[in-house]
């Protein structure tokens, strides 16, 4: 929605300074003229702090190039999500049928049922990259690997409407963005909150993944604005410490919906504890629900935390934030621990250089393609982008999908890909570390990848190191 730069200083008087994009307001020379001025106050693209410069012909091209990709994704937006139930229903109904040739034999038949997507059995496009649901079952509560396989699959999870088995579900599907449940088998003392990363044809989510604003917290520092508004930041509130809804207004707000049941639990179960999680976007949005929990001074909820354990994570903010948070994460005895595996382009993004000043922080544990993982300051060739690594991604893309048709037989059943993963990797050659990013591989390094690291694993603090 287009607003005037008074009415834009009213609106995000909760924070220092603002720089929000508005892809649906402007028009041809609204996007020239975003590129060759720095004065964007006025640009009808961009809502902002009065007098806010953007100078550098670079980072202003990167504004432009968001400002299109959204455009593009607001264009399609229906279209994909019609494509998307489509191509989530032809796989369901493989799936169903246990194989191509069965589905066509019962289609001659008359006897196909087509998918139920209210039913546990339906499977998103990312339940059908990997269709596992258990956790190894040799990784047990006080193994090493517990909290990373466990935290792995309830990400994997987040993108389901249901699951049944072995998961005790507390909230299903907050407002779309998350989960909240139990592992009632083996540890149901432990509470997971899964966020809900983003789906292949869910447009508002990849218009949150490409949007490049912030907005700037005293007590924060500099905020990727996208995943704030993902997680709840009120519209011309920022982050009250409760809200209240009108009686119309059905909207559930992840961060607030979340925290309000943590607080249920936890004083219900003073032995609770509580791990949060996500992939992808989920993981931007697990990493900010503890820093807007110490905003609010939840500190009691906080040292409830088991650990915040993310996978294939973008950056969410600026060296402040994470200065901010690795102060939190010490002072509250919590472990945060960022997984990235291989060539995986998400995790290397937005930029960190001079222009975006976006930065990770925390303990990050790489792993590369044969799932060896080393604990790292920052993953190898950090911003994604280079034409010295453009080569070698290539020729491990090659090896992935080579590696996808002997897996099962080198580690076990339960690691054989079927042929939509392998599709899935075939995209992966032409863009390498775009198949990088699937849940798969996360999983499959939660799994396999502590075998070769230490069982002591660095603090995310500089104390040193803490068993996990």
Not at 291 to 317: C, M, N, S
Request: net charge neutral; glycine share 8%.
């Amino acid at each position: 929605m287009a607003m005037a730069v008074e009415e834009g200083e009213q609106d995000h008087k909760f924070c220092n300074e603002y720089f929000v994009m508005n892809p649906k307001d402007g028009g041809f020379w609204d996007l020239f003229g975003l590129l060759f001025s720095c004065n964007v106050e006025q640009n009808k693209y961009v809502d902002c702090t009065e007098g806010l410069k953007v100078m550098g012909l670079r980072r202003r091209w990167i504004l432009v190039i968001s400002i299109l990709a959204q455009k593009i994704l607001l264009f399609f937006a229906t279209p994909l999500a019609w494509i998307g139930l489509v191509f989530e229903t032809l796989l369901n109904l493989v799936l169903d049928d246990s194989n191509l040739a069965t589905l066509l034999l019962n289609l001659l038949r008359g006897k196909l049922v087509l998918p139920d997507k209210t039913s546990a059995a339906y499977r998103s496009s990312i339940g059908n990259i990997d269709t596992r649901l258990e956790l190894d079952e040799t990784i047990k509560p006080g193994d090493s690997r517990y909290c990373g396989a466990l935290s792995a699959m309830a990400a994997k999870l987040s993108y389901e409407t249901e699951i049944t088995g072995r998961w005790s579900f507390s909230i299903s599907m907050i407002f779309g963005m998350a989960f909240m449940f139990q592992d009632k088998m083996e540890d149901p003392e432990l509470i997971v909150v899964a966020f809900r990363g983003t789906e292949p044809f869910d447009a508002d989510a990849w218009i949150t993944d490409v949007e490049i604003s912030w907005y700037d917290f005293e007590s924060l520092g500099k905020v990727h604005g996208g995943f704030m508004k993902a997680l709840g930041l009120q519209k011309g509130k920022g982050w009250p410490k409760e809200i209240e809804q009108k009686e119309n207004d059905k909207r559930l707000y992840a961060y607030y919906t979340v925290r309000e049941k943590l607080r249920e639990i936890l004083k219900k179960n003073e032995k609770a504890k509580v791990i949060v999680t996500g992939h992808s976007l989920g993981g931007a949005l697990a990493t900010l629900f503890p820093a807007v929990l110490a905003l609010h001074k939840e500190d009691w909820i906080l040292k409830r935390f088991e650990g915040v354990y993310t996978f294939g994570q973008p950056r969410v903010g600026d060296e402040k934030l994470g200065e901010h948070m690795t102060k939190q994460f010490k002072d509250h005895d919590v472990k945060y621990f960022r997984y990235v595996y291989c060539n995986d382009m998400v995790p290397r993004l937005p930029y960190d250089d001079k222009t975006l000043l976006f930065k990770h922080f925390g303990t990050c544990i790489y792993f590369n393609s044969f799932y060896q993982g080393q604990v790292v300051v920052e993953e190898p060739n950090k911003n994604y982008f280079s034409l010295v690594r453009t080569v070698p991604m290539m020729l491990n893309a090659n090896w992935e999908m080579l590696r996808s048709f002997i897996i099962g037989y080198m580690k076990g059943p339960c690691y054989c890909e079927g042929w939509f993963l392998r599709l899935f990797r075939a995209v992966g050659l032409l863009v390498p570390g775009l198949s990088a990013h699937g849940p798969q591989d996360y999983v499959n390094a939660s799994r396999l990848g502590f075998t070769l690291l230490p069982l002591q694993l660095p603090d995310p603090t500089p104390e040193g190191p803490k068993i996990n």
